[in-house]
């Protein structure tokens, strides 16, 4: 079967391998149909994703169909239509038994730390395979950074009266939007790229957008009446950003970084103190929030239009990823088919 192998950064290969034999006990045998690209596909790519080894086949966003099913499987069957969830526990530790099987110490992300999706067929535990009957593959292989929007929302605890800033408007910021929304909260997003403001513009009608620069501020106290945002979720992974939330937030405010950056973050004491602020990290998303994005799908409440920009074929992906870095495509998310 074909597999596509990132030998090393800035390095794809095709390749022919063997396809995987039965599905054992409690697995399923899956043919992919599509994969989004993420944040982290993009890294891995360039050489900066932290704890990242190479060679490595890529991909965790994915949209499949079942062709087998092992023993010791129910509810699945073949010709279902499916996604994953991609994180696995190697160790059931004390997290993973307090519910948090998004952040277990011995925790390993298909595609990531171990060999991924980007291959005709792979065998995955049938306990991390969601269903996805009736809705379109494309639309499938968006459920997983979704569902990391959904799980930053829950992390969150909002309330009606909340004043909400995303930073950042790429895939998981527009994700948080998209289920911030379902609250009935007013949001503001704030990125440094105005076509991606205009895309949160036009998607989400009410939603207000500033272009990153001067007098952030006192643009936040224009759209929020006075106010400053009560939650702010940064989706940057970008240090200055970040540090820079606590500036942003209203006294008594809740920031719940998102985005990762793989160093050391700096903020002034007093001012933490004195407005008393919750400071939160969301990573991944948990089995709850692949179900919720699923049915939000299914009943139209979460509108997924327009947000793939760019299409692109397994045969053609070691030409053409290199245009998914090139800011005038305006790339919002790319989907490889096989």
């Known amino acids: 079967m074909k597999a596509i192998i990132l030998q090393e950064p800035g390095k794809f290969e095709i390749v022919t391998k063997p396809a995987p034999a039965s599905p054992g006990p409690g697995e399923v045998l899956l043919k992919i149909r599509n994969i989004s690209i993420c944040g982290t596909d993009l890294h891995a790519f360039e050489g900066k994703q932290p704890f990242f080894t190479y060679p490595r086949i890529l991909g965790h966003e994915v949209a499949a169909q079942v062709v087998a099913v092992g023993e010791e499987v129910s509810g699945i069957q073949p010709g ?28 390993t992300v298909f595609g990531v730390h171990e ?93 207000a957008t500033i ?32 540090q820079e939330s606590f500036n942003l937030i209203a006294a008594g405010g809740t920031i719940v970084f998102v ?42 409440l979460l509108d997924t239009e327009g947000f793939i920009t760019h299409r692109l074929q397994a045969d053609d992906l070691v030409r053409d990823f290199e245009k998914l870095f090139v800011k005038e495509e305006q790339v919002i998310k790319a989907v490889v088919s096989f």
């Open 80 to 107: 279902d239509s499916c996604t994953i969830e991609p994180y696995r526990n190697l160790v059931i530790d004390q997290a993973v038994l307090r519910g948090k099987t998004n952040c277990g110490s011995k925790l």
């Open 115 to 207: 060999d991924g999706a980007m291959q005709e067929y792979i065998i995955f535990p049938a306990s991390h395979v969601h269903l996805t009957n009736d809705l379109p593959a494309e639309q499938v292989s968006l459920v997983e950074p979704f569902a990391i929007g959904s799980h930053a929302v829950e992390r969150a605890e909002l309330k009606p009266n909340d004043t909400v800033l995303v930073i950042g408007a790429g895939p998981i910021g527009l994700g948080i939007i998209a289920l911030a929304r379902l609250h009935g909260v007013k949001i503001v997003v704030l990125d440094m790229v105005a076509s991606r403001l205009a895309f949160a513009g036009k998607k989400f009608p009410g939603v």
């Open 211 to 242: 272009l990153a620069g001067n007098e952030v501020i006192e643009q936040l106290e224009q759209v929020f009446n006075g106010d400053l945002p009560t939650v702010i979720f940064d989706a940057t992974g970008n240090k200055s950003s970040m």
């Open 259 to 300: 985005g990762l950056f793989t160093g050391e973050i700096v903020f002034d004491d007093p001012n933490f103190h004195r407005k008393e602020i919750t400071l939160k990290a969301s990573r991944n998303a948990r089995a709850a929030d692949f179900r919720k994005v699923i049915n939000l799908m299914k009943s139209g």
